[in-house]
């Protein structure tokens, strides 16, 4: 589910939200993204201010070149040149509000996506991100079951531990979890 808020003068003048399918957290933000500026540029509005928790998608939105969202960046670069081009004094800003700094208007984004439920149906839309991720959460699933089999451990692996002397699990991510300690 994605979803965006309106507001002109503080107060909220509209809403919108759309499901967007299996995808992960940045493409769902990348999708809020492409419907907010949809909306803002059909405004009578000089200026924009986008209030997001992912600067990642935020950056994304605005590059046309080649990745597995290129269409909402294409769709959103679209609306701003027509926006940009209708008036030299048109502008957008983008805005970073981590979701831990529990602004206001951002949780009530944000309790508005995670509350609302929609049916999958037969045939999901479903990024290419997200096949990737539930491909590498299956993969971890299974090195963490093939890593906890006792006579692996003992026989055949050795078990490393962190800081505080817990046991090492498997990861995909920044070098894993065993290279990152290693040094």
């Given at each position: 589910m994605s979803s965006v808020h309106f507001w002109r003068l503080g107060h909220q003048v509209s809403s919108?939200?759309?499901?967007?399918?299996?995808?992960?957290?940045?493409?769902?933000e990348l999708f809020a993204i492409r419907l907010g500026v949809f909306k803002a540029t059909s405004m009578d509005i000089e200026r924009?201010?986008?209030?997001?928790?992912?600067?990642?998608?935020?950056?994304?939105?605005?590059?046309?070149?080649?990745?597995f969202g290129q269409a909402h960046s294409l769709a959103v670069c679209s609306a701003l040149q027509s926006?940009?081009?209708?008036?030299?004094?048109?502008?957008?800003e983008f805005w970073n509000c981590p979701s831990n700094?529990?602004?206001?208007?951002?949780?009530?984004?944000?309790?508005?996506?995670?509350?609302?439920?929609?049916?999958?149906?037969?045939?999901?839309?479903?990024?290419?991100?997200a096949l990737c991720s539930k491909s590498i959460l299956s993969c971890l699933d299974t090195w963490?079951?093939?890593?906890?089999?006792?006579?692996?451990?003992?026989?055949?692996?050795?078990t490393l531990r962190d800081?505080?002397?817990?046991?090492?699990?498997?990861?995909?991510?920044?070098?894993g979890s065993w290279l990152s300690h290693i040094g």
């Open positions: 919108s939200k759309a499901p967007a399918g299996r995808i992960t957290a940045p493409d769902a924009i201010i986008l209030i997001t928790d992912s600067l990642d998608s935020a950056r994304r939105s605005v590059d046309p070149s080649v990745y926006f940009f081009c209708s008036s030299s004094s048109h502008r957008i700094a529990e602004w206001s208007l951002h949780q009530m984004v944000h309790n508005d996506v995670t509350n609302t439920r929609v049916a999958a149906g037969l045939y999901p839309v479903t990024s290419l991100d963490k079951a093939a890593f906890n089999y006792t006579l692996v451990q003992w026989c055949h692996f050795l800081k505080n002397h817990n046991p090492l699990q498997p990861s995909y991510s920044k070098g």
